[in-house]
């Protein structure tokens, strides 16, 4: 019973911990992975097609986008706080248990409070993680 209370701990750090808070935008000193980043031109990928790769071949698609930019386009199921009060968007994807999670730091509440449901939404993102082979964006921006 604890091994599984602790299994869940992990599981939802694992979700909420990448939360996009504005933490590391506060230095002006790229790393040196930045400045590769920097280069590559950005992916722009449809939140159906993420959720879809991800679907498809967990292993295939994190190596695919992660590391890039990414540009993400779907339409807004809902938008919801996490467990720091910093806000979630979940964006469309093949179903109610397959979705993108976009999570924003807390300087993009009153950007995030003025969205709807159904609303088609483009978001600019640094990281792609994944949870129950969902993928969750973090670092990001509308």
């Excluded at 504005?22 to 992916?43: C, G, L, Q, Y």
Aim: net charge negative; aromatic share 4%.
């Amino acid at each position: 019973m604890m091994a599984w209370i602790i299994g869940a701990i992990l599981l939802l750090l694992d979700i909420f911990g990448m939360s996009g808070t504005d933490d590391d935008e506060t230095s002006n000193t790229p790393r040196p992975s930045e400045a590769t980043e920097s280069a590559k031109p950005p992916v722009e990928v449809t939140s159906r097609q993420l959720a879809s790769d991800f679907d498809d071949n967990e292993v295939a698609a994190k190596p695919k986008y992660d590391g890039n930019t990414l540009i993400v386009r779907g339409t807004v199921q809902s938008i919801s706080l996490d467990f720091m009060d910093d806000p979630v968007v979940i964006l469309d994807g093949l179903n109610q248990f397959s979705n993108v999670h976009v999570s924003f730091g807390k300087s993009h509440v009153e950007q995030t409070s003025a969205l709807k449901k159904g609303q088609t939404l483009t978001v600019t993102c640094k990281e792609i993680g994944e949870a129950l082979g969902s993928p969750m964006l973090s670092k990001c921006e509308i």
